[in-house]
């Protein structure tokens, strides 16, 4: 057993438990009804119901029957595990910096512990428009690039194919998500023309004290909604909302996880709230996992929706500038701080 470095190390309160329960009752929901509306309208409104049952009591479900090609999957499952299998050298080719914020990195740090990770971020939008400041006053935009690595040569397109299919996926789950909430089927569709979502390719080696450290620390995610494959390992705990336990979600062969994000909870006024979730780490195994946060545009100003709040119900959270929030987000991630980075409570009236 190897020693890790106290920068991984979590806070005692933290610290994962070896013996995990496994997560009974994570809804498993089956999409089809969404493709086929016209054939069973009746199916379609047991769908939605489903959906925001699930919003509602877990803030995560797993779906199948989701129309993405298996094989978009595993070409893009195959590529990861050949790019983190390179050389540093080689991976610090499209190492970010401060600067440019997307490709390779192995330092982020959650809530200021740092992850027992690596990973390989790119955008979905080709540039992505994002604010040039962190200043609120500063209303320069600038352009994120993607940095594509030379090995394994495929990576660039197959990433590229899979992030259109992770779209039309998480634009899916908003109409449904909509429904759900008495809202217009395509009422969050506006958001999301110049998009800021982007994909994650994730690899957690094994780690000698897992019982120390964390792939991911406990967090909640701040985009809207995440779409995540996740291998045959495990590893990923959710916080179930019922009763504040720590349950592993059971990976489920080509199914995906879908998780509430924060800016659901603030566009739904809480009627869904984004729950807290993190990775363990196991000392044999190493695992992979492939997170696509979807995101809307910079200038979107996230807020209650106007038709869901009312006298009785008002606004929860005053607006706040998406854009500032990325930029503020991955500004803090980059590095250790003493102070808690930005979240979406700062923001509540
Ligand atoms: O790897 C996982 O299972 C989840 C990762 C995650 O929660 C994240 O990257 O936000
Ligand atoms: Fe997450």
């Known amino acids: ?8 190390i979590q806070d005692p309160e933290h610290r994962p438990k070896l013996c995990f329960s496994e997560a009974e009752g994570i809804p498993m929901i089956d999409l089809s009804p969404s493709r086929e509306k016209e054939k069973d309208p009746s199916a379609l409104d047991r769908l939605v119901k489903e959906i925001g049952s699930a919003c509602k009591e877990w803030g995560f479900f797993q779906v199948i029957n989701h129309g993405v090609p298996l094989d978009h999957r595993h070409k893009v499952e195959a590529a990861a595990r050949e790019f983190f299998g390179e050389s540093k050298e080689e ?14 990195y192995d330092t982020e740090h959650t809530k200021n512990v740092r992850d027992w990770k690596e990973v390989f971020d790119f955008s979905v939008e080709e540039p992505t428009l994002v604010p040039a400041s962190l200043d609120p006053h500063n209303q320069d935009v600038t352009h994120w690039h993607n940095q594509w690595p030379h090995y394994p040569p495929y990576l ?7 992030a259109k299919d992770m779209v039309k996926l998480a634009l899916e789950l908003m109409e ?4 759900s909430l008495g809202l217009p089927q395509k009422r969050f569709h506006e958001f999301f023309k110049d998009q800021t979502s982007f994909i994650r390719l994730n ?4 780690c000698p004290s897992p019982h120390l450290a964390l792939g991911v620390g406990r967090h909640k995610d701040s985009g809207v909604l995440t779409i995540l494959a996740q291998d045959d390992v495990g590893g990923l705990e959710v916080k179930r909302k019922s009763d504040g336990e720590w349950v592993r979600v059971r990976p489920t062969p080509n199914a995906y996880i879908i998780n509430v994000g924060d800016m659901i909870q603030v566009w739904s006024n809480e009627a869904y709230e984004s729950v807290e979730h993190r990775v363990m780490v196991n000392s044999e195994k190493e695992r992979f996992s492939i997170p696509f946060f979807l995101n809307p545009s910079h200038y979107t100003m996230v807020e209650p929706l106007e038709e869901l709040v009312n006298e009785n119900n008002p606004a929860k959270y005053k607006p706040y500038n998406w854009g500032k929030f990325l930029v503020t987000r991955k500004h803090s991630n980059f590095m250790k701080l003493d102070v808690e980075n930005i979240q979406i409570y700062h923001f509540k009236v």
């Open 1 to 8: 057993m190897g020693e890790v470095d106290p920068a991984f």
């Open 91 to 104: 991976k610090n080719k499209v190492r970010r910096d401060a600067v440019k914020v997307l490709g390779y």
């Open 156 to 162: 660039r397109e197959v990433c590229q194919e899979y």
């Open 176 to 179: 449904l998500i909509a429904l």
């Open 203 to 206: 690899h957690y080696p094994p």
